[in-house]
């Protein structure tokens, strides 16, 4: 068995690094897929402490590199895969939709090929790149806050690595930390890069177990983290660590719009990407009766076809289902979590999308989200206020109230506002998703060179 199973390299300063400590890569079915190299925290910090040595290339070096790996992360031949091997493969151990699982990648090619164009937008218009440029009576320099940049990338889907390139464009070096839930995008990211002219210093793979990513946090200048509330609250106050945690994505419909004339938005915005990205909508409200929204939501989810679905382990469908029924308590099911798991007899199970409409927007439950379509249909009065709208990476306001927009985009908790016909998980170059990352990873430097 062991010879047919994909073999998943560390990357460090020195080139590939095979250790004698692996894990298992299985697929959601459980049937072993890969072989990862674990690295121990000493691999770590020496690996950081080599990349911080390096300067960083040169401004047009690195954006002829970041294209060239655009090419090469969709044509070529790498650790052994084809471009359609590797994308079955990463759909097989993700268990997204082969569609969603495809799109991801595709925004990963795309992301660095445009990652100049993406960085652009952050800088102020009064800040220059380079000193040499600064006008004579001094100005701002837009500037690294510092050399490494350390990743902790999540699972759930392989676009989330079309974001941390922008750092490389930027000058960092960026040292990534898989999730041994889809490990497979970032290695062959990190090979495609090294194969277009950034060298082994400049972008490192370094799977390791819970020590070494503590101790990768601490030897990196920033760190780019992604989970639930538990890691966002563990590292709330750290300024060098920028979370990327809980979507809680929502949608309002106020009274002046009939919900009807969005249906194809709503129900888009719950299911795409599976229902398992942050940006999907976990709750939709409605200035109203909200169970006719929730049957019609309903109808158009349970037509899903299961190739459009996430899939599991049996085990771990089960336990999602477990917890989603306790977290219903109290709720009208409209498919509820008793229909959640789909058997497929293989050990692996479709996860079925659940709908459940609430008599009040109760804040404990509507920002409860799981990574499949399942969502909260409640009804919502002025007199509730903006409190149930709080926490949501995406707040899509239906409405023609200005007033309710403005607080949509004062409140410090709304990270993203959507007004109208628009899908939650629209995204571009030019518009942030938790800010610009390169918000968090420069700063502005006052310049001034006096004569004489």
Same mark, same amino acid.
């Given at each position: 068995?062991?010879?047919?199973?994909?073999?998943?390299?560390?990357?460090?300063?020195?080139?590939?690094?095979?250790?004698?400590?692996?894990?298992?890569?299985?697929?959601?079915?459980?049937?072993?897929?890969?072989?990862?190299?674990?690295?121990?925290?000493?691999?770590?910090?020496?690996?950081?402490?080599?990349?911080?040595?390096?300067?960083?290339?040169?401004?047009?070096?690195?954006?002829?590199?970041?294209?060239?790996?655009?090419?090469?992360?969709?044509?070529?031949?790498?650790?052994?895969?084809?471009?359609?091997?590797?994308?079955?493969?990463?759909?097989?151990?993700?268990? +997204? #939709?082969?569609?969603? /699982?495809? %799109?991801?990648?595709? @925004?990963? $090619?795309?992301? !660095?090929?445009?990652?100049?164009?993406?960085?652009?937008?952050?800088?102020?218009?009064?800040?220059?790149?380079?000193?040499?440029?600064?006008?004579?009576?001094?100005?701002?320099?837009?500037?690294?806050?510092?050399?490494?940049?350390?990743?902790?990338?999540?699972?759930?889907?392989?676009?989330?690595?079309?974001?941390?390139?922008?750092?490389?464009?930027?000058?960092?070096?960026?040292?990534?930390?898989?999730?041994?839930?889809?490990?497979?995008?970032?290695?062959?990211?990190?090979?495609?890069?090294?194969?277009?002219?950034?060298?082994?210093?400049?972008?490192?793979? +370094? #799977?390791?177990?819970? /020590?070494? %990513?503590?101790?990768? @946090?601490? $030897?990196?200048? !920033?760190?780019?983290?992604?989970?639930?509330?538990?890691?966002?609250?563990?590292?709330?106050?750290?300024?060098?660590?920028?979370?990327?945690?809980?979507?809680?994505?929502?949608?309002?419909?106020?009274?002046?719009?009939?919900?009807?004339?969005?249906?194809?938005?709503?129900?888009?915005?719950?299911?795409?990407?599976?229902?398992?990205?942050?940006?999907?909508?976990?709750?939709?409200?409605?200035?109203?009766?909200?169970?006719?929204?929730?049957?019609?939501?309903?109808?158009?989810?349970?037509?899903?076809?299961?190739?459009?679905?996430?899939?599991?382990?049996?085990?771990?469908?089960?336990?999602? /289902?477990?917890?989603?029924?306790?977290?219903?308590a109290g709720t009208k099911p409209i498919l509820g979590a008793d229909q959640v798991?789909?058997?497929?007899?293989?050990?692996?199970?479709?996860?079925?999308?659940?709908?459940?409409?609430?008599?009040?927007?109760?804040?404990?439950?509507?920002?409860?989200?799981?990574?499949?379509?399942?969502?909260?249909?409640?009804?919502?009065?002025?007199?509730?206020?903006?409190?149930?709208?709080?926490?949501?990476?995406?707040?899509?306001?239906?409405?023609?109230?200005?007033?309710?927009?403005?607080?949509?985009?004062?409140?410090?908790?709304?990270?993203?506002?959507?007004?109208?016909?628009?899908?939650?998980?629209?995204?571009?170059?030019?518009?942030?998703?938790?800010?610009?990352?390169?918000?968090?990873?420069?700063?502005?430097?006052?310049?001034?060179?006096?004569?004489?």
């Open positions: 068995m062991a010879g047919e199973l994909v073999a998943i390299d560390a990357l460090g300063p020195n080139g590939e690094y095979r250790t004698r400590k692996t894990e298992l890569i299985c697929d959601t079915a459980g049937v072993p897929v890969a072989e990862l190299s674990m690295v121990p925290r000493l691999f770590v910090i020496r690996s950081i402490a080599a990349a911080r040595k390096v300067q960083p290339l040169g401004l047009d070096a690195r954006m002829e590199a970041l294209d060239r790996a655009a090419t090469l992360f969709r044509t070529q031949r790498i650790a052994g895969l084809d471009f359609d091997s590797y994308v079955t493969l990463t759909q097989r151990i993700s268990g +997204l #939709p082969m569609s969603v /699982a495809r %799109a991801g990648v595709d @925004v990963v $090619a795309h992301s !660095l090929a445009t990652a100049a164009d993406a960085v652009g937008p952050a800088r102020p218009t009064g800040a220059t790149t380079d000193w040499r440029t600064c006008r004579p009576g001094g100005g701002a320099v837009w500037t690294r806050r510092g050399d490494v940049l350390a990743v902790h990338a999540p699972g759930n889907a392989p676009g989330v690595h079309g974001l941390w390139p922008q750092a490389l464009a930027l000058g960092y070096r960026v040292a990534v930390r898989p999730s041994r839930r889809e490990p497979l995008t970032a290695h062959r990211l990190v090979l495609a890069l090294r194969q277009a002219g950034f060298r082994d210093e400049d972008a490192l793979y +370094l #799977p390791t177990d819970y /020590a070494g %990513a503590d101790e990768l @946090v601490a $030897a990196a200048d !920033l760190s780019m983290v992604y989970g639930g509330q538990d890691v966002a609250d563990r590292y709330a106050a750290d300024p060098s660590v920028l979370v990327n945690g809980p979507g809680r994505t929502k949608i309002l419909i106020t009274t002046e719009h009939d919900w009807r004339d969005y249906l194809d938005e709503i129900v888009d915005s719950i299911s795409n990407l599976g229902g398992m990205a942050c940006v999907n909508a976990t709750a939709v409200l409605v200035e109203g009766d909200a169970t006719p929204l929730a049957h019609a939501i309903a109808k158009r989810l349970a037509a899903l076809d299961a190739e459009a679905l996430p899939t599991a382990p049996i085990a771990t469908a089960r336990a999602l /289902a477990a917890h989603l029924a306790r977290k219903a798991v789909d058997d497929r007899g293989d050990g692996n199970a479709v996860l079925r999308p659940a709908v459940h409409v609430l008599s009040r927007p109760d804040v404990d439950v509507i920002n409860v989200e799981l990574p499949f379509p399942c969502v909260w249909v409640a009804p919502w009065s002025r007199d509730d206020g903006f409190a149930p709208l709080r926490n949501s990476l995406v707040l899509n306001v239906i409405t023609n109230d200005d007033d309710l927009i403005d607080a949509a985009v004062a409140d410090p908790t709304v990270v993203n506002v959507y007004v109208g016909r628009q899908v939650t998980h629209h995204a571009a170059p030019h518009i942030p998703h938790e800010g610009f990352l390169a918000d968090f990873l420069m700063r502005n430097k006052g310049f001034i060179r006096a004569d004489g």
